[in-house]
């Protein structure tokens, strides 16, 4: 049975596009996250960046400034701004450094960028080549009890598709990136207020503590 020549040529397409979606990660495309999830996530990625900015820095009160210059222009930029900033693009880092310090107290390079011992040579950096893969910005979460590192999930059937019985008791695959999702969306970034109140631990301490009073 024959098709019609619109049918058999979109047909391919229909299907790839349903296959996309079904194995897409667990976190959602970053446009259409909420607001706040964007907010909380850029602004957790931007007071780790203070932390180290910070340890190299004489400036007063380094933390609490940056922290609080940050967070009010975080607060002024509008949807479009926010969507730009998607953290799992190439060179993320310096685009969130540079759009809430308004392109001010430019660091070095180094300082932007994590030591890692393990990091990937060809990976792109703010003064370097383009030709490195995407940057991964994924805050390492501690792994549950039990944790196995695993690949992809596999199920395993009999001959007349009944799944394999022993198979029932084994760890299922976490995915990972929904307990990154689930982190971003429960912590709130604080407020102007909550940074000012806060007590800093150390000058090489971006994470505010609660004043007791």
Not at 71 to 95: C, F, I, S, V
Request: glycine letters at 6%; one cysteine or more.
């Amino acid at each position: 049975m024959s098709c019609p020549d619109f049918v058999c040529v979109l047909w391919p397409l229909i299907v790839s596009l349903f296959v996309s979606y079904a194995a897409g990660s667990g976190i959602p495309m970053w446009e259409f996250l909420g607001r706040d999830e964007k907010v909380n996530h850029l602004f957790k990625m931007f007071a780790n960046q203070v932390t180290v900015f910070c340890t190299e820095s004489s400036m007063p009160d380094c933390n609490k400034r940056l922290l609080m210059y940050g967070r009010w222009n975080l607060e002024k930029m509008g949807d479009d701004h926010l969507d730009e900033m998607d953290p799992y693009q190439r060179g993320a880092t310096k685009l969130i450094w540079d759009s809430m310090m308004k392109g001010s107290m430019k660091p070095q390079s180094s300082t932007l960028a994590p030591q890692n011992p393990n990091a990937d040579p060809l990976e792109s950096t703010p003064d370097g080549n383009q030709l490195g893969a995407a940057s991964t910005n994924v805050e390492e979460i501690a792994n549950p009890d039990g944790y196995m590192i695993e690949g992809p999930m596999v199920v395993r059937v009999l001959p007349d598709g009944r799944p394999v019985p022993e198979d029932k008791n084994r760890p299922l695959p976490q995915d990972e990136d929904a307990q990154e999702y689930i982190s971003m969306r429960s912590k709130p970034a604080p407020s102007l207020n909550e940074i000012l109140k806060a007590k800093f631990t150390s000058l090489q301490d971006s994470q505010p503590v609660k004043s007791q009073n």
